[in-house]
């Protein structure tokens, strides 16, 4: 069954947006698993893999705190409490599909997918400022293009797009 990576990721904001409002709130009941699935279900049969909502959500999930000192210092005038929720979720996303799933996702497609969440999600400015931080990234990570073309030459990609 063919995969749908973006819809995949979507699904990921949406879980890990609901999830850090409901454990803010200290709502007893909050489970991240819970949440997946049923953010899942209506998309499952268009989703196709569901592993990969699974195992990004909890990833980024598991490393909250890791993910934002981490922007801490890639965007100073904004402390991270401040950012608006969907944006901070869509910079963790971006920053740990960036920063770890380099040898599976392509550096610039996280980026992109990132940017397109923050189009489709975030406010009007939204899209700049993940583009401009994770950008910066980017450079802080010290990917240097060889290693991005041997990178993206490796996820066996035929169509412009991710290995799925």
């Given at each position: 069954m063919a995969s749908n990576r973006h819809l995949g990721r979507v699904i990921v904001l949406q879980s890990l947006y609901e999830y850090e409002l409901r454990t803010l709130a200290s709502d007893?009941?909050?489970?991240?698993?819970?949440?997946?699935?049923?953010?899942?279900?209506?998309?499952?049969?268009a989703l196709g893999d569901t592993e990969f909502v699974y195992n990004l959500t909890h990833k980024v999930a598991e490393n909250f705190e890791t993910l934002d000192a981490a922007l801490t210092p890639l965007a100073p005038e904004w402390p991270i409490s401040s950012i608006a929720a969907i944006d901070r979720n869509v910079l963790r996303m971006g920053l740990y599909e960036l920063s770890e799933c380099g040898d599976t996702i392509p550096p610039k497609v996280a980026i992109n997918e990132a940017v397109e969440l923050a189009k489709a999600f975030g406010s009007e400015n939204s899209s700049k400022f993940i583009n401009g931080v994770l950008g910066?990234?980017?450079?802080?990570?010290?990917?240097?293009?060889?290693?991005?073309?041997?990178?993206s030459n490796s996820v066996n990609r035929t169509d412009g797009k991710e290995k799925t």
């Open positions: 007893p009941e909050v489970d991240l698993d819970v949440i997946i699935a049923k953010n899942i279900e209506p998309y499952e049969k910066t990234a980017y450079k802080k990570l010290g990917i240097s293009e060889e290693n991005n073309e041997a990178k």
